[in-house]
């Protein structure tokens, strides 16, 4: 082989510190494994790499985590802490051509007593056959593989591949993490970024522990020599793309649905049923009614009556069945049910208050308990380990914890007092009461 490529030019050096105009985020890479922020389970003394790079001798290895986390920053370091020559390559733009420009490099470097550190980005990229490729010179010791990938291991790389390779699960930043990395781009710019304490804040959890993107985001601030510090709103304004509006064409149409709504909501079954005829009679689509219908249904009535969404699906079945003038008796039908329904918007506020708490915590691991588990890996790394199937209870209610290590139980859905939710609450009390017995004062099982 290195006959074949005797004409290549050397390795590269090592590259140098970002210039001054790099973005935010190459600036501010970490200089040793020290300052890698977030992954001391992995670059302390007692984590696994901390190990390898206190003993000098490196062994192949899958870097997996979510993105911004560091994995590029700790392969080039790891490097340089145990003397190794580092050779990156990227599956994305990467070929077999490349691939073997590289073996050949490490294959010389290795005869003339250098090791070499091969760095492969987003290596779930590459295909099977090519994954295969590497295993001769990983076994030969021609490379030190150092693959990086957002992807399940388990079902993005070879078998092969894995049973050579140990993994090494990078976290996604948390805030401290995130708050430190603010911090460094403070002392970098040598001024504080223009927000007030909760608008730092909001920056932090948008950035769903990636790194990268919190620092492409402190640089976009900086960059807009903002004077006053933003508040979490003008925060939220500032780095929001708009939206367009769409469809908006004619306001009575709009104040008519407005008006059925609102009296539907307010259970007049009389005026609601005169706005339904304002509407029809003037032309209006009926299915658009009735889709205005089974959206009120579940807003505004919910679980008090699980029976109006049903009765609404199927005024628009009949609908379309029956067609026009006969097919509007249903209509009518389902709107004089939402009326007189009892009303409840538990669900619609439960709806909102989730959808708000998961844009805030981002990408949180559920607890690894109720975590499927079909590779070996998984099982491995504690997927599915002590499970408690609700099934096997006498009472069929396990009481486990479902929610995140790093996150408090949330109480998004609270049953109103009325028609079938009164129902649901009591339900929701028995479980909660049990709860608390099986885990004691302390909220431990």
Known sequence: MADLFQSDPPPSPSPSPAAADAPLADRLRPATLADVVGQDHLTGADGAI???????????????????????SIARLLADAVGMRFISVSAVFSGVADLKKAFAEAERAREAGQRTLLFVDEIHRFNRAQQDGFLPFVERGTVTLVGATTENPSFALNAALLSRAQVLILERLGSDALSALLSKAEDLMEQPLPLDPDARATLVASADGDGRFLLNQAETLYAAGIDAPLDPAALGR??????????KDRDGHYNLISALHKSLRG??????????????????????VLRRLV?????????????????????????EFLGSPEGELAIVQAC???????????????MKAAWKSAKETGSLMPPQNILNAPTKLMKDIGYGKNYAYDHDADDGFSGADYWPEDMAAQEYYRPVPRG?????AERME???????????????G
């Open 238 to 247: 500032f780095l929001q793309r708009r939206v367009a509006v769409y469809d």
């Open 430 to 444: 028995w479980w909660d009461a049990r709860r608390r017995d099986m885990r004691g004062p302390s909220g431990e």
């Open 267 to 288: 259970s007049d079954a009389q005026a609601a049923l005169y706005y339904l005829a304002r509407m029809l009679t003037a032309g209006e689509e009926p299915l658009y």
């Open 295 to 319: 959206r009120f249904a579940s807003e505004d009535i919910g679980l008090a009556d699980p029976n109006a969404l049903v009765q609404c699906l199927a005024a628009k079945d009949s609908y």
């Open 420 to 424: 079938f939710e009164k129902r649901i």
């Open 336 to 350: 004089l049910y939402c009326a007189t329904a009892p009303k409840s918007n538990a669900a619609y506020k439960a």
């Open 50 to 72: 901390g190990r390898m790079v206190a003993a000098g001798r490196l062994t192949s290895m899958i870097l997996w985590g979510p993105p911004g986390t560091g994995k590029t």
